[in-house]
Structures are given as C-alpha cells and as structure tokens.
C-alpha cells in the first residue's frame, strides 16, 4: 500500500490517521469541503481534493489512483436525523467497485455493539445512520473494516487492544484510533469484521 484516500480527514480523528498515514511514508489523497478546516501542516503534505461525500463524482475523483480509502466521517457534534453518512458509504462503495478497489476502514460507534436501549436517547438518531452505514458496509463484497471505537479522548498513544463484535473498553486515544483506522488496511484479519477498539486494561 503506498497511497491512500482519507474522506474525512479534518476531524479530530481524522486528524491522527492523516498524520499517521504521513509517518509510514504513505501518499495522501484528502477530500475536503472547506479550507478553512484543512490544517495548515497538511496543505504542503497531501494531495487536496475539494468536494463532498454525498457527490459521487467526488468520491471518484479522490479515490482514483489509489491503493487503500479510509473513511472517518463525522456530523461535527451535530446529533440530529441525517442521512448524509449513509449516503456517503454508498457512493464510496459504488466508485471503490467502478475503481476495482477493494480495501476500505470504516468508522461508526460502540454503540452499534450494543442493545438499543442502552444506547442515551439523544444518540439514537446518530445511531439509526451508523447502523445503515453498517448494513452497507457488511453487504458489500469488499475487504472492509469497520471500526466501533467508543468515546474518542483527546489523550496521548497507549497500547490499545481490538477485538471482533465486542466493545473491549469505553475509550481510546484519539492518536491510537488513527493508527489502526490506516493499519489496518494492511491487516486481514481484520478485513470483513466488526472492530470494537478501546484502550488496553494495563493502560488505564
């Protein structure tokens, strides 16, 4: 693997796995909608492409030419009804075929790894999209990731741990999930699995 498309690459998260994916010598394609949010370090570092998730012609254009597409797509703390993720995993999946590519992480939320009614009401309509993101994402013949990390702390890299179908602890650092959102591209025992990731017991 040696260039990888980031879609939503200017979140917090988003953030680390653009900067990791930098570390291991990786070319970095980075879809934006606005400038103002693209970091300055990245301006000079990565290939800039402008455009939008919910336009396929978009998603064509940032993943062309490359080997790997990480998608770290986020509502910015916005928590009402929307489609726009759902949207956007579908024009991915639908352009990765069109390209034959076939690798792709994804994030969602631990709350998927959970029984509805332990999920705080106010996430549920957040959830409801995450869960088609998921629908969509397990449907495809890809090799896909996706990755349910729990609450996302702005605290140093520890050892983290991944484990399938289960949610291991309630947080991880933003900068461990960015290493294993790019990672574990290139890992295929992750491929085709629901990941649940969270710092490791000895850490906390």
Request: glycine share 6%; proline share 4%; charged share 25%.
């Amino acid at each position: 693997m040696q260039r990888i498309a980031i879609i939503g690459g200017t979140g917090m998260t988003g953030e680390c796995a653009v900067d990791h994916a930098l570390q291991k010598g990786l070319s970095v394609k980075l879809l934006y909608r606005s400038e103002k949010t693209v970091p300055e370090r990245f301006k000079s570092k990565v290939e800039l492409v402008k455009g939008d998730v919910t336009n396929y012609e978009d998603v064509q254009r940032v993943i062309e030419g490359v080997d790997a597409v990480a998608v770290i797509l986020g509502t910015r703390n916005k928590l009402e009804a929307t489609t726009e993720l759902s949207r956007g995993t579908e024009n991915l999946i639908k352009a990765m075929k069109e390209a034959k590519l076939t690798k792709f992480s994804i994030v969602m939320s631990s709350f998927l790894l959970r029984p509805l009614n332990e999920v705080p009401s106010v996430f549920h309509r957040l959830n409801e999209e995450h869960q088609r993101m998921l629908d969509l994402t397990k449907a495809c013949d890809l090799d896909w990731i996706a990755i349910l990390p729990p609450h996302i702390a702005d605290e140093p890299a520890t050892a983290y741990t991944v484990v399938h179908d289960e949610a291991p602890a309630r947080l991880v650092s933003k900068y461990d999930l960015g290493k294993f959102i790019i990672d574990s591209l290139e890992q295929p025992e992750h491929y085709r699995k629901v990941c649940g990731i969270g710092k490791s017991p000895k850490s906390a």
